[in-house]
């Protein structure tokens, strides 16, 4: 018998009308919204659409599951349909674009902080772009995000969230969810309300702030939850190299600075940290 969209009644498809009641408005960042029961990629669609002229700034896209989903560096990853949030959104950054950087990282600071408050959740950020949750007293990978231009002047931003994800359907022993992590609600709707909200408001702080994350509040919040600084770490650079030391803080450019046994310091703009040891106290 083919599924339909109520097949797993533990999870309910997302209320597109009622979404778009609490979200769109005249005062809002969010100007439209879509719920699809399955895309390749939010963040392909919603490029392409921008790249076409067929999306504005403020267009939201969702996406109950996907087929062609991808994080950093096009690695591909899966998830079954309604077990979390797979969204994009189109975004016309005013700040100078030497400071976009620090979108995806308002998107994980915005995360964290709709999802301590809706779930029930610490969530942590791993430099650059993981939400981190804790599973039998284990770090996992909960989410990402992803941001990519378009053109000179559009961004597109986007955040996968495993929210029921269960033990038996995770894709790697590293991935976790919500539910896992002991979330007191897994409704994906006030999750989705709440995370787009808080996007909006920081989205908001650091527009006012021309980009400078300091002078929004971003930094310091930003290092507050991000459990890569203080740890021994491993930095897999694009070219092949790698560098290991200690993270030791966010530079205003949004890049982690890694000292190395030797004192040096070093900022790294790109890469993927491997965490190898815990920060002192843990």
Known sequence: ???????????????????RRALLGEDSLWRSLEVHDELGSTNTELARRAAAGEAEPGAVLIAEGQTAARGRLDRAWSAPPRSGLFFSVLLRP?????????????AGVAAAAALARTAGVDTGLKWPNDLLVTVD???????????????TDLLVLGIGLNVTLRAEELPVPTAGSLALAGARGTDRDPLLRAVLRAVEDWYGRWTAADGDASAAGLLPAYAAGCVTLGRTVRVELPGGKDLVGEAVAVDGDGRIVIASEHGVQQPVAAGDVVHLRPAAGE
């Open 1 to 19: 018998m083919p599924r339909n969209r109520w097949s797993d009644l533990d999870r309910p498809p997302l209320d597109e009308r009622a979404l």
């Open 137 to 151: 007293g284990a770090e996992r990978k909960a989410g990402g995000i992803l941001a990519e231009r378009v053109g």
């Open 94 to 106: 005013a700040p100078p674009a030497e400071r976009w950087g620090w979108v995806p990282l308002l």
